[in-house]
């Protein structure tokens, strides 16, 4: 597990019903190929309607589908809203929380976003925990404390359900907001002060949680080797990039 790299594909609102499913359908040989190289786990993360579809067509396969988001409640009258039960029962074993255009779009808190967590655990779905600064919190040297707001909040929710859970696996994508469908990223240093500082948080925090470090914000093809270098990196949460074959297996193909 600890030396498997990550390759997420957050897919948004980019591809319609179409589009995703004939991504899924003409590149499936490419996909499982690339998902039967070792230490490498594909997750793809289609919108609400394709996952059913894509979880039957890759049933036997080493890839897996992720939601984009879930409800922070169990079931009941909210409209809209799906809940983490569905998805597991629709055979999603992952699911993006708190990736910042639903913190900033759709004012999600951190507390919604650790109920989200909960909701997902109680489903055996491996939640990916997005956190990341701002622009203006970058440039205002606010980003630890940015991230460490984004963090505790959800170890300290994952500390009360201990007694119930043995290591909880929890994947946190570090995804500075600015460096989002930029085509710029941070430089490496920045990154591996973040990825530090969230490890110390998960020290002090003294719970048994298995966490992944990944970095998303414009990653591509030509970007993706020297970010693989990062200490304690272990995969990468990909938006534009993943939605072109090509460039995402060059990324998964890279190192
Ligand atoms: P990007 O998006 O790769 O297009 O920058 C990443 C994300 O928002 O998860």
Redesign the pocket.
């Known amino acids: 597990m600890h030396d498997t790299f990550y390759y997420i594909a957050?897919w948004?609102m980019n591809m319609h019903f179409h589009q995703a499913i004939s991504f899924c359908s003409q590149e499936y040989e490419q996909l499982i190929n690339l998902s039967q190289l070792p230490r490498k786990q594909i997750v793809l993360c289609p919108s609400f309607p394709v996952l059913f579809s894509a979880t039957q067509l890759f049933k036997e396969s080493r890839i897996s589908i992720g939601a984009q988001n879930c409800s922070e409640h169990k079931a009941g009258a909210y409209t809209g809203e799906v809940s983490a039960q569905s998805l597991n029962q629709a055979g999603v074993r992952f699911c993006i929380v708190g990736?910042?255009?639903r913190r900033t779009l759709f004012c999600e808190s951190n507390e919604q976003i650790a109920q989200k967590v909960l909701r997902l655990y109680e489903q055996k779905i491996v939640p990916i925990l997005?956190v990341g600064e701002s622009i203006e919190a970058y440039q205002n040297d606010q980003t630890k404390t940015v991230i460490q707001e984004q963090v505790i909040s959800i170890l300290e929710k994952i500390a009360l359900i201990q007694y119930s859970l043995f290591s909880p696996r929890l994947l946190i994508?570090y995804?500075p907001v600015w460096?989002?469908?930029?085509g710029t990223i941070p430089d490496t240093s920045h990154i591996k002060t973040v990825f530090s500082l969230i490890k110390e948080l998960i020290h002090q925090a003294n719970i048994s949680l298995e966490a992944t470090l990944l970095y998303?914000?414009?990653?591509n093809e030509t970007n993706s080797s020297v970010l693989h270098s990062i200490p304690w990196m272990q995969g990468f949460?990909?938006?534009?990039?993943?939605t072109d074959f090509q460039m995402f297996e060059k990324i998964v193909l890279s190192k």
């Open positions: 957050n948004k990736h910042s255009e997005c994508a995804e460096a989002i469908g930029t998303g914000g414009s990653v949460l990909i938006g534009g990039a993943s």
